[in-house]
């Protein structure tokens, strides 16, 4: 059974940088397309990022050029870097894995809130 397990989130000030890690565990790690998430308060969850098991990367329109995310296959982990922050990034964001054959899993989240 697949894990993941999120962590990073915190409290940052606009403009600032945050780094969020997910830890794969359960399952075969290089045959899942990995991605971050994010719901809001009153809002759908939406993508932030996906990268896939070849290692392209996909980003929603509002982090373009702030996000990046990367996949660390012998360390069995995906991770967020995120700069610039806005406030309305401030969410809770989800770790993800899917594997058309084998499943959609997903952590438990991890809050983002960006303030001063």
């Known amino acids: 059974q697949v894990q993941l397990v999120e962590s990073g989130g915190g409290l940052v000030q606009p403009g600032g940088p945050l780094r969020l890690s997910c830890v794969f565990s359960?399952?075969?790690?290089?045959?899942?397309?990995m991605g971050w998430y994010r719901q809001a308060p009153g809002k759908q969850r939406e993508m932030v990022a996906r990268?896939?098991?070849?290692?392209?990367?996909y980003y929603a329109d509002s982090v373009k050029g702030r996000f990046t995310i990367d996949r660390d296959t012998a360390k069995n982990t995906v991770d967020l870097q995120m700069n610039s922050l806005k406030p309305e990034d401030t969410a809770v964001y989800y770790c993800n894995a899917n594997n058309v054959g084998k499943g959609d899993y997903w952590g438990q989240g991890t809050q983002v809130t960006v303030s001063s």
């Open positions: 359960g399952a075969r790690f290089p045959i899942y397309n």
């Open positions: 990268i896939s098991i070849f290692g392209s990367t």
